[in-house]
């Protein structure tokens, strides 16, 4: 099994004096209930639903009290309700909105016991005017596997030490740049991941990401309530990955002929159902810092290796030593996207962009990170520091004197100045510290 970092906010969650069913949220594939059934070793006990089966689904589709339901689950299960720790589990809950309804009944009437669900679009239970639990439930999301969780799952236990350490030894610089090459190159998928790690063979993983895709595509009539949102979300599935990394519009998008809202709707029905993420753009440079709706958003996908393997991009990224050169730099920003939404276990964590309100500048940066008040801007380039422009614009308006740069290179600090002579100090960070960049800059905004 992949070790996932995970694990560590489900053992706080256990701890917690109020603690309330949780609820798992990420994509189909990701892990959900493979990390849950890892997290149940921990536990005397453990009893797991999946409300995919009739038979189980129709537990809590039945006329029962809560007390009543409890029996029939630790009945057909087997399992002793005088165990001290017990962990249930239930699985793909969005099959049954009176499911989702008594998780509510878990924590006030049941507090002992441990409750996960997990599920995908739970949206469309609020929509059947359902009694959702508001307030009774906490929410955790799961998310392809990050870098770290690669060089784990492939045997790299002492590179992913160095990478909590921050500082590299020079040694291990070009190693890692390597290995993060190659995760780039594969993604983070777990079942992609599983049978990488066992064969190092790129070209065997084929099957496995075709399959994943149609697993996908075939999803599309459970999130659709009409034929022609079932087309239109198909074709998104269908011509997405070709834009990763790219800022989009919606009218037509794909060579449809589809218009600007119901495109619109339909991106925003996979963004909930995590298949990818919208990253739109702001103007401001502190916060808050709303975002522009109404300007393009970037297009970022659940995972890079699906990016590169439907895109086409596997074998230039397998020649190239620099995979900030590869695609106009679009895969070494959209493996960047990836990796700061893994550090994020929020279902609400988003990312967003800056551009200049004037519209016809030309000023962007990749991307923006709260720290504090503050929006510390990060771009992901390659070449030198001083032709960074759209991050100088940036810094000439922002209160703070601290920017982030990912590229291949080392990592390393510089003190420079904008054409328009403001200081500012510059942190040039490997690709293999993206997961870090938030202890880094916690570690110099104080000393800019």
């Given at each position: 099994?992949?070790?996932?970092?995970?694990?560590?906010?489900?053992?706080?969650?256990?701890?917690?004096?109020?603690?309330?069913?949780?609820?798992?949220?990420?994509?189909?594939?990701?892990?959900?209930?493979?990390?849950?059934?890892?997290?149940?070793?921990?536990?005397?006990?453990?009893?797991?639903?999946?409300?995919?089966?009739?038979?189980?689904?129709?537990?809590?589709?039945?006329?029962?009290?809560?007390?009543?339901?409890?029996?029939?689950?630790?009945?057909?299960?087997?399992?002793?309700?005088?165990?001290?720790?017990?962990?249930?589990?239930?699985?793909?809950?969005?099959?049954?909105p009176q499911a989702?309804?008594?998780?509510?009944?878990?924590?006030?009437?049941?507090?002992?016991?441990?409750?996960?669900?997990?599920?995908?679009?739970?949206?469309?239970?609020?929509?059947?005017?359902?009694?959702?639990?508001?307030?009774?439930?906490?929410?955790?999301?799961?998310?392809?596997?990050?870098?770290?969780?690669?060089?784990?799952?492939?045997?790299?236990?002492?590179?992913?030490?160095?990478?909590?350490?921050?500082?590299?030894?020079?040694?291990?610089?070009?190693?890692?740049?390597?290995?993060?090459?190659?995760?780039?190159?594969?993604?983070?998928?777990?079942?992609?991941?599983?049978?990488?790690?066992?064969?190092?063979?790129?070209?065997?993983?084929?099957?496995?990401?075709?399959?994943?895709?149609?697993?996908?595509?075939?999803?599309?009539?459970?999130?659709?309530?009409?034929?022609?949102?079932?087309?239109?979300?198909?074709?998104?599935?269908?011509?997405?990955?070709?834009?990763?990394?790219?800022?989009?519009?919606?009218?037509?998008?794909?060579?449809?002929?589809?218009?600007?809202?119901?495109?619109?709707?339909?991106?925003?029905?996979?963004?909930?159902?995590?298949?990818?993420?919208?990253?739109?753009?702001?103007?401001?440079?502190?916060?808050?810092?709303?975002?522009?709706?109404?300007?393009?958003?970037?297009?970022?996908?659940?995972?890079?290796?699906?990016?590169?393997?439907?895109?086409?991009?596997?074998?230039?990224?397998?020649?190239?030593?620099r995979i900030d050169?590869?695609?106009?730099?679009?895969?070494?920003?959209?493996?960047?996207?990836?990796?700061?939404?893994?550090?994020?276990?929020?279902?609400?964590?988003?990312?967003?962009?800056?551009?200049?309100?004037?519209?016809?500048?030309?000023?962007?940066?990749?991307?923006?990170?709260?720290?504090?008040?503050?929006?510390i801007p990060l771009?992901?380039?390659?070449?030198?520091?001083?032709?960074?422009?759209?991050?100088?614009?940036?810094?000439?308006?922002?209160?703070?004197?601290?920017?982030?740069?990912?590229?291949?290179?080392?990592?390393?600090?510089?003190?420079?100045?904008?054409?328009?002579?403001?200081?500012?100090?510059?942190?040039?960070?490997?690709?293999?510290?993206?997961?870090?960049?938030?202890?880094?800059?916690?570690?110099?905004?104080?000393?800019?």
């Amino acid at each position: 099994m992949i070790p996932r970092i995970l694990m560590n906010e489900l053992r706080a969650w256990s701890q917690e004096a109020d603690r309330k069913p949780l609820i798992l949220r990420g994509a189909r594939q990701v892990g959900k209930t493979t990390i849950v059934r890892q997290f149940a070793k921990e536990f005397d006990q453990y009893i797991e639903m999946n409300l995919e089966k009739p038979e189980e689904r129709r537990i809590f589709e039945s006329d029962y009290s809560f007390d009543k339901l409890l029996d029939a689950i630790f009945f057909i299960k087997n399992a002793n309700k005088s165990v001290a720790r017990t962990l249930i589990f239930i699985d793909e809950v969005q099959n049954s909105p009176q499911a989702v309804v008594n998780l509510r009944y878990f924590y006030e009437e049941s507090p002992h016991l441990f409750v996960i669900a997990a599920g995908s679009l739970l949206e469309t239970l609020i929509s059947k005017r359902i009694s959702f639990p508001v307030g009774r439930v906490d929410y955790l999301a799961v998310r392809p596997c990050s870098f770290k969780e690669f060089l784990l799952a492939t045997g790299q236990e002492k590179f992913a030490g160095l990478i909590d350490d921050i500082e590299i030894p020079e040694y291990a610089h070009d190693m890692l740049i390597e290995l993060f090459r190659r995760y780039s190159i594969v993604g983070g998928m777990p079942e992609v991941l599983n049978h990488f790690s066992q064969n190092q063979d790129i070209n065997a993983l084929a099957k496995i990401y075709d399959r994943l895709i149609v697993s996908y595509q075939d999803d599309m009539e459970k999130y659709a309530d009409t034929a022609l949102k079932e087309n239109i979300l198909r074709h998104i599935m269908g011509s997405a990955f070709q834009f990763a990394g790219q800022r989009i519009s919606f009218d037509k998008f794909g060579g449809s002929n589809y218009r600007s809202r119901e495109m619109s709707e339909a991106f925003k029905t996979l963004e909930k159902a995590m298949l990818l993420r919208l990253v739109y753009p702001v103007t401001s440079v502190t916060i808050p810092a709303e975002e522009k709706q109404r300007r393009s958003p970037k297009l970022i996908l659940l995972d890079t290796g699906l990016v590169n393997y439907t895109a086409g991009t596997q074998k230039q990224l397998f020649i190239s030593h620099r995979i900030d050169e590869v695609y106009k730099g679009k895969i070494a920003e959209h493996i960047a996207a990836q990796e700061l939404l893994a550090i994020k276990h929020s279902v609400r964590a988003k990312l967003n962009f800056w551009v200049r309100e004037d519209r016809n500048s030309q000023a962007e940066t990749d991307f923006v990170l709260p720290f504090d008040d503050s929006l510390i801007p990060l771009e992901v380039k390659s070449g030198a520091g001083g032709k960074l422009r759209s991050l100088q614009k940036f810094m000439d308006a922002a209160p703070h004197h601290l920017t982030i740069r990912i590229y291949s290179g080392k990592m390393m600090i510089e003190h420079l100045s904008t054409i328009e002579g403001k200081a500012f100090k510059l942190i040039s960070l490997p690709f293999y510290l993206i997961s870090q960049v938030e202890r880094i800059i916690s570690n110099h905004f104080d000393n800019q």
